[in-house]
Nanobody
Framework: QVQLLESGGGLVQPGGSLRLSCAAS?????LGWYRQAPGKQRELVAN???????NYAASVKVRFTISRDNAKNTVDLQMNSLKPEDTAVYYC?????????WGQGTQVTVSS
């Protein structure tokens, strides 16, 4: 079993920044962030593997940065230059023992 505890999120104006953090209850090789907007499917935002190999959705590349602290079992998502279309519930994810585990989700709203 894996527990994921998220923090961060909230309301920000277009062009602003937010940082999401997630703490995992055990060492995880693949950690990531997904998001789901109303009426849309959940999509990968970014993930980070092992010591630091990263993948990003094309829509967030350059603007978002994923990072991890292996000593603390945490993964962060720094989001800059936020756009209204980034509005969604963001979920921390962990791949462990051939299963995906999810955090409870945190709302990010980008609006003026």
């Amino acid at each position: 079993q894996v527990q994921l505890l998220e923090s961060g999120g909230g309301l920000v104006q277009p062009g602003g920044s937010l940082r999401l953090s997630c703490a995992a209850s055990r060492i995880i090789t693949v950690l990531g962030w997904y998001r789901q907007a109303p009426g849309k499917q959940r999509e990968l935002v970014a993930n980070i593997i092992g010591r630091g190999s990263t993948n990003y959705a094309a829509s967030v590349k350059v603007r978002f940065t994923i990072s991890r602290d292996n000593a603390k079992n945490t993964v962060d998502l720094q989001m800059n230059s936020l756009k209204p279309e980034d509005t969604a519930v963001y979920y921390c994810s962990a791949e462990y023992n051939f299963r995906n585990y999810w955090g409870q989700g945190t709302q990010v709203t980008v609006s003026s």
